[in-house]
């Protein structure tokens, strides 16, 4: 059985769980029966005067890792948030580039899956579509010729630079990227074209 410890002002009370106790401190500690150095505190400090906050545990094993020191794991959490900007110091920030081959006909480029997305034409030209993203970003789009090349794309609505089409590159297998801003509403785009190895 567990043993609940609180400070009652001039010493530490130990009862057994289940005994109602005055706690008069802002700590608790439930500890080890069997080795006293083996403790939980439970710290309300820094709960507001005259506020109550519930602990609910839900009907299963719960793993509480480690806050105190670094951002753990956050896959679970499928819109986290920062409180603050972000610094990444000597880090690199990547993510994972969607590919997508040419089926000759409309090919829809779901933006809330990643930032970049590699399209390698099928055999004849080809209508992208986009998904928009949830929140405003940049996106990298890289177009890569067939094995015959001269294909073309029709495009979404785009503000593209310069107000005019982009012209892609026609020779086989020939890369351009286009670079894209969507403001929340709104895709703007730039072409950089003929990418290779000099």
């Known amino acids: 059985m567990a043993i609940l410890r609180v400070w009652d002002g001039t010493a530490w009370v130990e009862e057994s769980v289940g005994v109602a106790l005055p706690v008069i401190d802002t700590t ?5 029966p069997a080795d006293g ?12 005067t005259a506020t109550t906050r519930t602990m609910t545990m839900p009907d299963a094993d719960v793993n509480l ?23 990444a110091q000597a880090h690199s920030i990547g993510y994972t580039v969607q590919t997508a ?6 090919t829809d480029i779901d933006w809330r899956l990643g930032q970049m997305m590699l399209f390698v034409f099928g055999a004849g030209n080809e209508t992208l579509t986009f998904t928009n993203p949830s929140k405003p970003g940049n996106f990298h789009l890289r177009l890569i010729q067939d094995g015959i090349g001269s294909r073309t794309v029709t ?3 785009i503000d593209w630079q310069g107000k005019a089409l982009p012209t892609l590159q026609t020779a086989a297998s020939a890369k351009d990227w286009v670079g894209l801003i969507y403001d929340g509403t709104l895709w703007s785009a730039m072409l950089s074209e ?4 000099p």
């Open 28 to 32: 608790a500690l439930v500890k080890d």
């Open 37 to 48: 150095t083996k403790r939980t505190r439970i710290d309300t400090g820094a709960v507001a």
């Open 65 to 87: 890792a480690l806050v105190s020191t670094a951002l753990q794991n956050v896959v679970e959490d499928l819109s986290p948030q920062l409180g603050a900007q972000l610094d």
């Open 101 to 106: 081959t040419g089926i000759v006909g409309t």
């Open 155 to 157: 495009w979404p609505t």
């Open 194 to 197: 003929n990418f290779g190895t």
